[in-house]
């Protein structure tokens, strides 16, 4: 079964830090570019990051760049991402998701690549409070 | 990176159709013919519902449909059933130095 899990949720303080890690399994994690997407307390989805199948291109939202990393090891089936310098809006339940682009570039996709996210953890919860 | 524009809520009684929209500019939405659009329910992870505009994924029932027209994609839920009841948000490719764009999400009532 595909699978991912989310783990490394919980309370912190403003200013503080947390790892969040996604498990990945029933599927060749190091061919998927992997993505956090996060969903604050009554707002929308919003894209956090994204990484490519070998970690070589990175992009993130503006609203965490400079504060968050995303990493992997594909060795271990695991998508990462180390928060820092939280802030109270960064309060949200973080999902990590898989995504097919790995065969597109430029809006333009070879056959069987698509620009969606077609496997989703259930999520951890992130909560910024003092 | 301002979202795409879907109305907050829609309503509908079990059996009927239902549309909702998801509106952009001409660097994803309507550039581009990879609009996708989720499910998701409280506190579950969202779930693929269409990729490509208008392609289902394998298991996906045939009562959910896309389209697009310019720059406005289009969700359509045919014979409305009580677990279609949940939050729909689109997605799209944007031509910009980041990719992944979402909708604010449509709650969807079924009354």
């Known amino acids: 079964e595909v699978q991912l899990v989310e783990s490394g949720g919980g309370l912190v303080q403003p200013g503080g830090s947390l790892r969040l890690s996604c498990a990945a399994s029933g599927f060749t994690f190091s061919s998927y570019s992997m993505n956090w997407v996060r969903r604050a307390p009554g707002k929308g989805l919003e894209w956090v990051s994204d990484i490519n199948s070998s970690g070589s291109i990175i992009s993130y939202a503006d609203s965490v760049k400079g504060r968050f990393t995303i990493s992997r090891d594909n060795a271990k089936n695991s998508l990462y991402l180390q928060m820092n310098s939280l802030r109270d809006e960064d309060t949200a339940v973080y999902f990590c998701?898989?995504?097919?682009?790995?065969?597109?570039?430029?809006?333009?996709?070879?056959?069987?690549?698509?620009?969606?996210?077609?496997?989703w953890g259930q999520g951890t919860t992130v909560t910024v409070s003092s | 990176q301002s979202a795409l524009t879907q109305p907050a809520s829609v309503s509908g009684s079990p059996g009927q159709p239902i549309t909702i929209s998801c509106t952009g500019t001409?660097?994803?939405?309507?550039?581009?013919?990879?609009v996708s659009w989720y499910q998701q329910h409280p506190g579950k992870a969202p779930k693929l519902l269409i990729y490509a505009v208008r392609n289902r994924p394998s298991g996906v029932s045939n009562r959910f449909s896309g389209s697009k027209s310019g720059n406005t994609a289009s969700l359509t839920i045919s014979g409305l059933q009580v677990e279609d009841e949940a939050d729909y948000f689109c997605s799209s490719y944007r031509s910009s130095n980041t990719f992944w764009v979402f909708g604010g999400g449509t709650k969807l009532t079924v009354l």
């Open positions: 001409s660097s994803d939405v309507g550039g581009y013919d990879h």
């Open positions: 998701a898989r995504d097919r682009s790995g065969g597109c570039s430029g809006g333009s996709c070879y056959p069987g690549y698509y620009y969606d996210m077609d496997v």
